[in-house]
């Protein structure tokens, strides 16, 4: 049974991730760790920590005598634009800590990278697992970089680096923050509560995205993985659908056929967006590891409505 150290436990994938583990390996054998107290109470052990803070980090999961860490404490893309030094402290200082203390403590390692790893010179469709990676952002900096630390930490020291690309997740119950892929979280809130939807992305933007319990699954498949099989490490190409605003609109117009969704463009959020690929390839996840899902956009999104129904009524 592993015994899990999960930093960003309360970010948007992390409160779920949480509860993925917990089911899987035990409520005692998942440790949540966050640089802010829950606002409402949390199941199973929870400690405070900054990941800038590699010391306290390692006392931690040496405490809580964890064999695997899973590292997703970071700044998303139009957060990282606005302070970039910022971002490269945090994302990039927490990410060497994170590995330094699966290296100290013989600890398997994962962590995500992104589809903001690509740049405006990456092949736009179908987009290759091995491929250019030229991205503008510096949250995609810190991505390619963060890829190729975890290989290093892999092939230098024997730590055993695992990762994914997510494209945009999609959930009902933690919003992200700061992300580029927001708007396709934003709009399902929207359509409930206004019965319209203003997007920052213009119409005619595709981007990946996967609905939350595809992409927990994901990590718990990966994790699992018989490691002889694996050619790749990090970060393996993972996708549900592509698809653009006025796509989602009309999922949504199946369910509430007065939804209208109109324009306001947020030039900053659309910049990141033009510059990542309209549609991935993940045949290296499906090959490798048995990368699948189970939601493609119209389940997502009468899974989305109800889930959201219940719980804003
Ligand atoms: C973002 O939009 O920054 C994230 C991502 C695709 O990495 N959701």
């Known amino acids: 049974m592993k015994k899990i150290m999960v930093t960003g436990a309360l970010g948007q994938i992390g409160s779920e991730l949480i509860a993925k583990l917990q089911k899987e390996y035990g409520e005692n054998n998942v440790l949540s760790t966050d640089i ?6 949390v199941s199973g052990p929870f400690e405070i920590l900054d990941v800038t803070d590699g010391k306290k980090m ?10 695997t860490i899973m590292h997703m404490a970071a700044l998303l893309s139009a957060t990282a634009e606005k302070q970039p030094l910022f971002a ?11 590995l330094e203390v699966a290296r100290e403590l013989n600890m398997q390692f994962f962590t995500p ?3 903001g790893a690509f740049g405006p010179s990456t092949p736009k469709a179908n987009t290759p697992q091995d491929t250019l990676q030229r991205p503008t952002t510096m949250y995609g900096v810190n991505k390619v970089a963060g890829e190729l630390l975890c290989d290093y930490y892999y092939t230098r020291f024997g730590v055993d680096t695992r990762g994914v690309r997510f494209p945009g997740l999609i959930s009902y119950v933690a919003q992200p923050g700061g992300g580029t ?17 203003t997007s920052f992305i213009a119409e005619g933007t595709y981007m990946d995205m996967m609905y939350m319990p595809d992409a927990l699954q994901a990590i718990v498949d990966l994790m699992e993985a018989d490691p002889a099989k694996l050619v790749h490490r990090n970060a393996f190409n993972v996708t549900a659908m592509s698809f653009e605003p006025s796509e989602i609109a009309a999922s949504i117009q199946k ?5 209208t969704i109109s324009y306001e463009v947020d030039p900053v959020r659309q910049a990141i967006a033009d ?5 991935i390839d993940p045949s290296a996840a499906v090959a490798e590891w048995g990368f699948k899902t189970k939601y493609d956009l119209d389940a997502m999104t009468a899974d989305m409505l109800e889930q959201l129904r219940k719980k804003l009524n």
């Open 58 to 67: 390692h006392e931690i999961a040496k405490d809580f005598g964890a064999d």
């Open 181 to 197: 892929t927001d708007y396709a979280v934003d709009i399902y809130y929207k359509a409930i509560e206004e019965g319209q939807y």
């Open 275 to 279: 510059s990542w690929p309209d549609s």
């Open 88 to 98: 490269w402290n945090l994302n990039m200082g927490g990410l060497v800590n994170a």
């Open 113 to 115: 990278s992104s589809i």
């Open 36 to 41: 802010r107290q829950p606002q409402s109470s």
């Open 255 to 259: 369910h509430i056929p007065d939804f």
